[in-house]
């Protein structure tokens, strides 16, 4: 499916995974992208090198891949499908919008093809999945009301391969 791009070139359709998630899960769909596009789109961004190849967002040791900012109220489950020669561990940096406090650091290690993790419906701890069970890591409280959680995907900074995403879906809980 080729489209054009915000300068007016020709592209793959950045939006088709989104679409085809939005089609599958309706309401409950909080954030889909396939990064089919030739650049980061729908408030993604890069800190340190990254780079959009091939349907799929590269993080080198280090780099991390900011997620648009998130609005709490109903647990959310957020899964990366990585690529198959990606490295299978990386770490979620979040911290509330305004915050000066130090982002929390949370380990994630892949279950299989994609790292996950949950966000409970007050914003106020994250659950991953760990070898014994699930492992939760408590947040600080927002510093307003309408603070949105910040969540950096990265690549560690002594990682040994690029992490490669290839889609980040995030659904909201059933009500």
Same mark, same amino acid.
């Given at each position: 499916?080729?489209?054009? +791009?915000?300068?007016?070139?020709?592209?793959?359709?950045? +939006?088709?995974?989104?679409?085809?998630? @939005?089609?599958?899960?309706? !309401?409950?769909? @909080?954030?889909?992208?396939?990064?089919?596009? =030739?650049?980061?789109?729908?408030?993604?961004?890069?800190?340190?090198?990254? &780079?959009?190849?091939? $349907?799929?967002? %590269?993080?080198?040791? $280090?780099?991390?891949?900011?997620?648009?900012?998130?609005?709490? $109220?109903?647990? %959310?489950?957020?899964? =990366?499908?990585?690529?198959?020669?990606? =490295?299978?561990?990386?770490?979620?940096? @979040? &911290?509330? !919008?305004? *915050?000066?406090? &130090?982002?929390? !650091?949370?380990?994630?290690?892949?279950? #299989?093809?994609?790292? =996950?993790?949950?966000?409970?419906?007050?914003?106020?701890? %994250?659950?991953?999945?760990?070898?014994?069970?699930?492992?939760?890591?408590?947040?600080?409280?927002?510093? #307003?009301? +309408?603070?949105?959680?910040?969540?950096?995907?990265?690549?560690?900074? +002594?990682?040994?391969?690029?992490?490669?995403?290839? *889609? %980040?879906?995030?659904?909201? *809980?059933?009500?």
């Amino acid at each position: 499916m080729y489209y054009q +791009d915000a300068a007016g070139r020709p592209s793959t359709d950045p +939006d088709l995974y989104s679409r085809a998630q @939005a089609g599958t899960y309706g !309401e409950r769909l @909080a954030l889909a992208d396939g990064f089919d596009g =030739s650049a980061l789109a729908n408030g993604f961004s890069f800190q340190g090198r990254g &780079q959009v190849a091939a $349907g799929s967002v %590269i993080l080198a040791a $280090g780099a991390a891949l900011a997620l648009p900012p998130v609005k709490t $109220g109903r647990g %959310i489950s957020v899964t =990366s499908r990585l690529g198959a020669a990606s =490295s299978r561990t990386a770490v979620l940096h @979040a &911290q509330w !919008e305004g *915050s000066s406090t &130090q982002a929390a !650091e949370v380990p994630l290690t892949a279950d #299989g093809p994609q790292l =996950s993790f949950r966000i409970a419906p007050s914003g106020l701890s %994250i659950t991953v999945p760990a070898p014994q069970g699930e492992r939760t890591v408590n947040l600080p409280s927002p510093v #307003g009301s +309408d603070a949105s959680l910040l969540l950096k995907i990265g690549n560690p900074p +002594d990682a040994r391969s690029d992490l490669v995403i290839e *889609s %980040i879906l995030a659904l909201a *809980s059933a009500q």
